[in-house]
């Protein structure tokens, strides 16, 4: 499918986080297309920078998430009508000025941030709006990968890391049927990202955009093999106690890594056959999810109020006092004994 050239064309890559996005966003950049000047700087949780834009990330998505009483970690599904409320036309309204004001200089630009898959149905609302060409990257990462980096640096259950990864993806997927879009793996653009780079070159018809000093600078020097903290098998999920939790996961992993490796394509009997498989299972456990999430984020608030009561300067004053009560519970504990 060809990049209409006359009109302005978007490039969103979808994807929960620790799968790559930011590797993939940087490998847009590479092609010609522009990720704007707004970007969130490195830091611990990507030394090599997040590439996401600051405007889409805090004033876009983050208040549509607020607003629709979502965390950005929620494990629920957005509601899909409620991504099209009436609540949300103040940032819509933004929204839509920000992508006009993004490509007064170009035809082509692009954004990543994971909250973006979760709202997909606002986002094509803006899209419609601004009237541009929509392309979509979906990142794929072996889910358990992805859960034990995403434990790694947050300190989450592996478990919450997998229904990210599930819930996320399935969206993504849902919501991009119709649309120009490519799966790309990240485990295959480390191993070899010349070919990766040609596959979205091909499939967005990029060709004439590269500059092959860009690409070399973005595959001699930007990437890293230290970048793959954990690599996993396919078959790793079935092992693994945490899977029991999202046991869809295994299953789409499988097939989008089909895609993503042009074995089938979505339109493939098998594929569609798969993925209402799929669909099936995961809208079964939907009520289960929901409850989860009510658990985390009760669960998290609970260890924020702890922080603040451990900051506080009354937790400080009755130190000595938690001491001694410690101390004779043990004594106490070692007489029954």
Not at 23 to 40: C, Y
Not at 158 to 187: F, M, N, P
Request: charged share 25%; hydrophobic share 40%.
């Amino acid at each position: 499918m060809n990049v209409e050239h006359t009109q302005k064309n978007i490039f969103a890559i979808l994807g929960t986080a620790r799968t790559g996005t930011s590797v993939i966003a940087r490998a847009l950049k590479a092609l010609g297309v522009d990720l704007g000047s707004r970007l969130t700087p490195a830091n611990g949780w990507n030394p090599k920078g997040f590439w996401e834009d600051n405007d889409i990330v805090y004033q876009v998505n983050e208040k549509v998430l607020k607003n629709l009483g979502y965390a950005w970690d929620s494990v629920r599904v957005v509601d899909k009508n409620l991504q099209l409320s009436s609540s949300l036309d103040d940032i819509k309204v933004f929204a839509i000025e920000l992508l006009r004001k993004r490509f007064v200089d170009t035809d082509y630009w692009g954004f990543k941030d994971p909250r973006t898959a979760k709202i997909l149905i606002f986002w094509q609302s803006v899209f419609e709006a601004v009237q541009i060409n929509e392309h979509y990257i979906i990142a794929l990462r072996n889910p358990l990968s992805s859960a034990l980096s995403y434990q790694r640096l947050t300190g989450k259950d592996v478990e919450h890391g997998l229904l990210l990864w599930l819930i996320h993806l399935i969206t993504a997927v849902e919501q991009t049927a119709g649309k120009r879009r490519i799966i790309v793996s990240y485990d295959l653009l480390m191993q070899n990202p010349r070919i990766q780079l040609e596959r979205i070159q091909q499939q967005f018809a990029l060709s004439n955009r590269a500059d092959n000093e860009e690409l070399d600078k973005y595959i001699n020097t930007f990437l890293d093999k230290d970048l793959l903290h954990y690599e996993h098998q396919a078959k790793d999920l079935n092992s693994h106690s945490a899977s029991a939790v999202a046991p869809s996961c295994r299953l789409l992993y499988d097939n989008l890594l089909r895609v993503a490796k042009d074995e089938v394509s979505f339109e493939d009997s098998h594929f569609l056959s798969t993925w209402q498989e799929i669909k099936h299972e995961f809208n079964n456990f939907l009520p289960l999810y929901a409850y989860a999430d009510r658990l985390i984020q009760r669960n998290d608030q609970l260890e924020r109020t702890l922080k603040i009561l451990h900051k506080s300067r009354l937790w400080k004053l009755i130190t000595p006092l938690r001491v001694i009560d410690e101390a004779l519970r043990q004594y106490r504990k070692k007489k029954k004994c």
